[in-house]
Nanobody, 125 residues
Framework: VQLVESGGGLVQAGDSLRLSCAAP????????WGWFRQAPGKEREFVAA????????GYADSVKGRFTISRDNAKNTVYLQMNSLKPEDTAVYYC???????????????????WGQGTQVAVSS
């Protein structure tokens, strides 16, 4: 299953971006969809996740209040609205989809089965 991200770009601190993640051409029923990011020289980190049917969400502390994850079931698409962007948000952002997970498991990338190719977000100061 291929996940396709889009929406990255170069913005200034304080600006907003919306990332999209779709599974084109097929129905997708994974329980959880998540966003992760990886900055140069750093490990991949969890950003946010959303339950596909219930809409329950989880966020990393570093993005709470600034980022919002949502989904459009009809379009089989997940979004990450990023507001008040900071230079430290600069990273490649990856979309992922996985099965049943407990809340504490959402942050672990190994629990996700499908990944996108990533989209670059760069925030200048």
């Amino acid at each position: 299953v291929q996940l396709v991200e889009s929406g990255g770009g170069l913005v200034q601190a304080g600006d907003s971006l919306r990332l999209s993640c779709a599974a084109p051409g097929r129905s997708f029923s994974s329980s959880w969809w998540g966003w992760f990011r990886q900055a140069p020289g750093k490990e991949r980190e969890f950003v946010a996740a959303i339950h596909w049917t219930g809409g329950r969400t989880g966020y990393a502390d570093s993005v709470k209040g600034r980022f919002t994850i949502s989904r459009d079931n009809a379009k089989n698409t997940v979004y990450l609205q990023m507001n008040s962007l900071k230079p430290e948000d600069t990273a490649v952002y990856y979309c992922a989809a996985g099965g049943i997970m407990r809340d504490y498991e959402l942050e672990l990338g190994n629990n996700y089965d499908y990944w996108g190719q990533g989209t670059q977000v760069a925030v200048s100061s």
